[in-house]
């Protein structure tokens, strides 16, 4: 089949890359014209594993091309996707302009029927949106022509998002009429071999769903850190208490592990869009609200708690603290709401000077932090700590979990790890002599 996809980001791209890979003919389009000739050259904007890849062997196939033109988008296909931008506003509901504009240009350019997917994360209701400004359009043009507006929401992860694409959990499809439903069927077909993955619904259900998967899945995490914190004031240890509830095949292991904060380009906007959303409706989500405090709080521990060792934040002014790890999870450059920004900036406040190392978000820091001057970006996980007064841990990288202890203690100042994402066991690091502090465990300080 032959589908367009307008956006070239993160959803945009890798929706793109992945339909053509199961044999669809795919054009993929941006106003961004830069990006569109780098991505001509086979360059692209994202870092992500096997990407690369994909999209180099299905533009050599002819199944993949970039372009800025709209209406060779438009005309080449019955299916039009739209994969752009959601960015907050001021309040925190998600920006539609982007998506509003997509849905004006294909109503603009579009001489036959079309299915137009929304695959950006949108407010309940926005497929009505999209559906009136084309229609509005279509009306000054003067012409009669039939389209559908479906909802496909889109649940891959950054760093596995080709795994996520390929191997879908489920793939969610709101569509109100059967015509609809029969492209996005056949569309999807090559998905659903082992078995059928697609779930059809309504079109606001289906929009609620995304909301609804990862404000659930932030829930988890800030319950898991409220514990935490509750844990390290009543003596108890975190770990040990999330094994004992995941045994539980109702609670289950995944997702509930405590740290430092959530962050990244979907959380944190989609649990205050959603928040937005009740309110518009005349609701107070007050669940989904405190989701979001308990995160902004958790995002100050790895400063609380180094300040603590010191003696109170003031006592840090001068100091020089490693950071490991500035992306806001593993296997991504990305460093949007990253917890790692929360501590540099608050060391940075109080005068403290950052060394900083992270294995693939080096670049995306120098763009962030060009002008900083108390910032140092090291080569190498262990020269990072060339003199150091304590280590922070932002970032569970695999290159973090079995460091050499005594490589990092002949660099360091003093021997103090504060630890974010609870890598090392307390109990072997105050062995060897650490001061070492982790979220919601019994500390370690040498006696
Ligand atoms: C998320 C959803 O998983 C995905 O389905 C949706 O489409 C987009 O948002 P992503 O933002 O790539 O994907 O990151 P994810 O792997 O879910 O992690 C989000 C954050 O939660 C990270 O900062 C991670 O460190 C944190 N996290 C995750 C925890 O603190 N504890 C956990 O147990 C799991």
């Known amino acids: 089949m032959r589908l367009s996809i307008f956006g070239t980001g993160y959803v945009g791209l890798v929706t793109g890359a992945c339909l053509a890979e199961v044999g669809h003919k795919v ?5 961004d014209a830069a990006k569109i000739d780098r991505l001509n050259r086979g360059e692209l904007p994202i870092w992500e594993p096997g990407l690369e890849a994909i999209v180099s062997r ?10 800025t033109d709209i209406a060779r988008g438009v005309a080449h296909a019955d299916i039009q996707f739209i994969a752009v931008g959601t960015p907050p506003d001021e309040d925190g509901s998600a920006d539609l302009q982007y998506v509003l504009s997509v849905a004006e240009s294909i109503a603009r350019e579009m001489n036959t029927f079309k299915v137009v997917v929304n695959k950006s994360t949108v407010p309940v209701g926005t497929a009505d949106k999209v559906r009136q400004r084309i229609e509005g359009i279509l009306r000054e043009r003067g012409v009669a022509l039939t389209f559908d507006v479906v909802s496909n929401p889109e649940f891959l992860k950054e760093g596995a998002a080709v795994g996520d694409f390929l191997k879908p959990d489920r793939i969610i499809i709101g569509a109100g009429s059967e015509n609809a439903r029969k492209v996005m069927r056949e569309l999807y077909e090559p998905f ?12 606001r259900s289906a929009e609620l769903t995304k909301y609804a998967a990862n404000a ?20 108890a240890d975190i770990e040990e208490v999330r094994k004992g509830i995941g045994a539980d095949p109702r609670i289950g292991y995944h997702f509930i592990y405590p740290g430092c904060g959530y ?3 979907c959380f944190p906007k989609d649990v205050q869009a959603l928040a937005r959303i009740a309110d518009d409706v005349g609701y107070e989500a007050e669940l989904v609200k405190a989701v979001e405090a308990v995160n902004n709080r958790q995002k100050n521990v790895l400063f609380d708690k180094l300040a603590s060792r010191f003696g109170g934040a003031r006592a840090l002014g001068g100091k020089v603290i490693a950071v490991w790890g500035l992306s806001f999870k593993p296997n991504t450059d990305d460093m949007r709401e990253a917890p790692s920004r929360t501590l540099l900036e608050s060391l940075w406040a109080v005068g403290a000077e950052v060394r900083a190392f992270d294995p693939v978000a080096m670049e995306e820091a120098r763009r962030l932090y060009r002008s900083r001057e108390a910032f140092f ?5 262990y020269s990072c700590l060339d003199g150091v007064d304590a280590l922070c841990i932002c970032t569970e990288w695999q290159a973090f979990r079995a460091p050499d202890f005594d490589e990092m203690q002949s660099r360091m100042r003093a021997r103090v790890i504060i630890d974010g994402r609870n890598l090392y066991h307390p109990e072997r690091l105050r062995e060897m002599g650490w001061v070492y502090d982790s979220v919601g ?7």
């Not at 054009?27 to 106003?31: K, Q, S």
């Not at 659903?192 to 079109?203: A, G, I, L, P, W």
């Not at 899945?217 to 009543?234: D, G, P, Q, V, W």
């Not at 465990?441 to 006696?447: E, G, N």
């Open 192 to 203: 659903n071999r082992s078995h059928e993955r697609t779930m059809f619904m309504d079109v």
């Open 58 to 67: 299905n533009v050599a196939e002819g199944r993949l091309e970039f372009t």
């Open 441 to 447: 465990r019994p500390s370690s300080l040498v006696a």
């Open 216 to 235: 659930m899945l932030a829930t988890k995490i800030s319950f898991m850190n409220e514990l935490a914190n509750l844990s390290e004031r009543l003596g």
């Open 27 to 31: 054009v993929c389009l941006d106003i």
């Open 377 to 381: 970006l090291a080569s190498d996980k």
């Open 263 to 265: 962050g990244g380009s």
